[in-house]
């Protein structure tokens, strides 16, 4: 059975940084890339960064480039996401998944509060 759990989410003043992380199980991690995504209240669904299986490319939207940084630990089935200089725009509830066969895979999501 397929679980995303993603954790690290909290409430963070403009500027500062969080590291949020998702635990995967019931799939052969290292041959999928993974995604992180987030949703604000009232907009849509948004990628902000990808990683390829073994870690070696990596994509990021426009909006979180030279802020955010992706990664992942094969050996531990995790992936990362490394927020630094926050504004109040990246708040949003977060997300990774990943596809397998058509299928989109979902974690159940992290709050991220940007706020002074």
């Known amino acids: 059975q397929v679980q995303l759990v993603e954790s690290g989410g909290g409430l963070v003043q403009p500027g500062g940084s969080l590291r949020l992380s998702c635990a995967a199980s019931?799939?052969?991690?290292?041959?999928?890339?993974m995604r992180w995504y987030r949703q604000a209240p009232g907009k849509e669904r948004e990628l902000v960064a990808a990683?390829?299986?073994?870690?070696?490319?990596?994509t990021y939207a426009d909006s979180v480039k030279g802020r955010f940084t992706i990664s992942r630990d094969n050996a531990k089935n995790m992936v990362y996401l490394q927020m630094n200089s926050l504004k109040s725009e990246d708040t949003a509830v977060y997300y990774c998944?990943?596809?397998?066969?058509?299928?989109?895979?979902w974690g159940q999501g992290t709050q991220v509060t940007v706020s002074s």
């Open positions: 998944s990943y596809t397998r066969g058509g299928v989109d895979f």
């Open positions: 019931g799939f052969t991690f290292s041959s999928y890339a």
């Open positions: 990683i390829t299986g073994a870690g070696y490319i990596t």
